[in-house]
């Protein structure tokens, strides 16, 4: 009785926490475009959607923004990202080797190696991060 309880609500779970499969979201896929209007309100909006100022009521269009323009920066900001994880594998995997093989002695390198990862590496990767977000073109977007 229990169990099929349990079941029951993981498959209700399963089903709340996944879209239906015809269910495209544009939104999820790309990063909110900051939009400043010229009387000071901001909004963050999906690209390809309008915002309308709250304040003077003026609407903005980000599908003015060229397509291929916004999706390289994407990719780019998805490449950065999976380096980073692929240096970590890279990292991780010969030291799980290495504890199987020798022993779990090798595991004393773990704090080496994490100090050198979190001292030296991700620091320089947020900084290549930084300075590429605050390089990025600004376009300058008309009112409807």
């Given amino acids: 009785m229990y169990r099929a309880c349990v079941i029951t609500r993981l498959r209700r779970a399963r089903h709340l926490s996944?879209?239906?499969?015809?269910?495209y979201n544009a939104s999820v896929r790309g990063a909110l475009i900051?939009?400043?209007?010229?009387c000071g309100g901001i909004g963050y909006v999906p690209y390809g959607e309008r915002w309308e100022c709250p304040t003077c009521h003026r609407r903005w269009n980000t599908g003015q923004i060229p397509a291929e323009e916004y999706w390289g920066i994407m990719r780019e900001m998805r490449r950065l990202r999976i380096t980073v994880l692929?240096?970590?594998l890279g990292i991780v995997i010969p030291i799980v080797v290495l504890s199987v093989v020798a022993g779990i002695r090798i595991l004393i390198l773990l704090p080496v190696v994490m100090s050198f990862w979190f001292l030296f590496y991700m620091p320089r990767w947020r900084r290549r991060?930084?300075?590429?977000?605050?390089s990025l073109r600004k376009w300058q977007l008309h009112p409807e």
């Fill in 18 to 23: 996944r879209p239906p499969p015809n269910t």
């Fill in 86 to 88: 692929t240096t970590a």
């Fill in 34 to 38: 900051t939009v400043r209007c010229d």
């Fill in 129 to 134: 991060v930084r300075e590429q977000a605050r």
